[in-house]
T-cell receptor
Framework: GDSVTQMEGPVTLSEEAFLTINCTYTATGYPSLFWYVQYPGEGLQLLLKATKADDKGSNKGFEATYRKETTSFHLEKGSVQVSDSAVYFCALGNTNAGKSTFGDGTTLTVKP | SQTIHQWPATLVQPVGSPLSLECTVEGTSNPNLYWYRQAAGRGLQLLFYSVGIGQISSEVPQNLSASRPQDRQFILSSKKLLLSDSGFYLC???????????FGDGTRLSIL
């Protein structure tokens, strides 16, 4: 079945550092890929998405490229801020009733 | 624009008491609806999903049930809560295959 594997956390960075959170997937068909962000005590928010191979999703300085050859969708940001501290979830869309498959989440803490 | 509402935001219940959590979506019709549970510091566990009124699919056997009495209303219930039902409950919706999900703000449920 479909699965998503995320880089284990927690990840701690200093402000303005470069961020990479790795995500790889296993899926049948051609799923869309998503990154969500969850701030403490809140629900998940869609951060960015990509719908086909080589698409790059971007939002708020974050980027991720849909790599079919390596089945990856790594999240990157060039310069993180304290306000980026949150839990990040990688997910893929399914063809079964719109369900998504989520990774376990990666906790990011950015220190000033 | 579409919005999703969940209530209550927090709930403290004794073991053995009943539960009713409600979720409503505005600004769209015939959404797919989902209930998730998130244990502290953990990923998402899909509990139920629904593709239409009265249509409920259960992902894991448990002490909970779900109902969809109206197109944009999704209810999570229990007749007798267990300690293990504690957690953060999230409702979400999307429009179908390969689409991102949109989450409510969640309900923090504590069982005493």
């Amino acid at each position: 079945g479909d699965s998503v594997t995320q880089m284990e956390g927690p990840v701690t960075l200093s402000e303005e550092a470069f961020l990479t959170i790795n995500c790889t997937y296993t899926a049948t068909g051609y799923p869309s890929l998503f990154w969500y962000v969850q701030y403490p005590g809140e629900g998940l928010q869609l951060l960015l998405k990509a719908t086909k191979a080589d698409d790059k999703g971007s939002n708020k300085g974050f980027e991720a490229t849909y790599r079919k050859e390596t089945t990856s969708f790594h999240l990157e940001k060039g310069s993180v801020q304290v306000s980026d501290s949150a839990v990040y979830f990688c997910a893929l869309g399914n063809t079964n009733a719109g369900k998504s498959t989520f990774g376990d989440g990666t906790t990011l803490t950015v220190k000033p | 624009s579409q919005t999703i509402h969940q209530w209550p935001a927090t709930l403290v219940q004794p073991v053995g008491s009943p539960l009713s959590l409600e979720c409503t979506v505005e600004g769209t019709s015939n959404p797919n609806l989902y209930w998730y549970r998130q244990a502290a510091g953990r990923g998402l566990q899909l509990l139920f999903y629904s593709v239409g009124i009265g249509q409920i699919s259960s992902e894991v056997p448990q002490n909970l049930s779900a109902s969809r009495p109206q197109d944009r209303q999704f209810i999570l219930s229990s007749k007798k809560l267990l300690l293990s039902d504690s957690g953060f409950y999230l409702c979400a919706w999307n429009r179908g295959l390969n689409q991102p999900q949109h989450f409510g703000d969640g309900t923090r449920l504590s069982i005493l």
